[in-house]
């Protein structure tokens, strides 16, 4: 796992330069420790959500243009309330369809990380690298039925961090 946030934290300061890339390497680190604890425990802690919230909008200041910083937070907070609107509409239709939840609270609050870290553009990519990586996997183990659980932030908050990278390199300014 060292070498995992040592990676992350290597290629975040390769990507950005400064200060976006310290909290790049903030993000990369706060995903993995939510991806180890989703995958051991199926929570995904409220403060740990918090942090890369806030991070976020620390990126986003930092990244503003001068005197944009209002519009760039309210921009980040728009897509984060766009996204809790989505993933809470899903687990809700989801409990209403089958009697279960298929998504957890913190999954809807990492939702709201990705809005805040992720351009509109950014979002759908980094959704589906998470889902399409945690059907593949499953279905590798052999799992894929109805009713197995998924610890999906185990997937999720990697993607946000991969889709951080690639906005912040390969996809800068779209």
Not at 1 to 14: K, P, R, Y
Not at 110 to 127: D, H, N, Q, R, Y
Not at 141 to 165: D, E, H, K, Q
Request: net charge positive.
């Amino acid at each position: 796992m060292i070498a995992l946030g040592a990676i992350g934290v290597t290629a975040s300061l390769a990507a950005e330069a400064g200060v976006a890339g310290w909290l790049g390497s903030g993000l990369a680190l706060t995903m993995l420790g939510i991806a180890i604890i989703d995958a051991r425990s199926f929570i995904i802690p409220n403060w740990l959500n918090a942090v890369a919230f806030g991070l976020g909008l620390i990126a986003a200041a930092v990244t503003a243009a001068t005197g944009q910083l209002w519009l760039t937070w309210l921009e980040a907070g728009g897509r984060a309330v766009v996204l809790v609107l989505l993933f809470g509409a899903l687990r809700a239709g989801y409990f209403r369809l089958r009697g279960r939840h298929g998504i957890g609270l913190g999954d809807v609050k990492l939702a709201a990380v990705a809005g805040c870290w992720l351009g509109w553009s950014m979002i759908p990519v980094a959704i589906e690298i998470a889902a399409l990586s945690a059907l593949a996997v499953q279905m590798l183990r052999g799992r894929v039925r109805p009713t197995t659980r998924l610890p999906f932030g185990l997937y999720l908050a990697p993607s946000i961090w991969i889709g951080w990278l690639l906005q912040a390199t390969v996809f800068r300014g779209w």
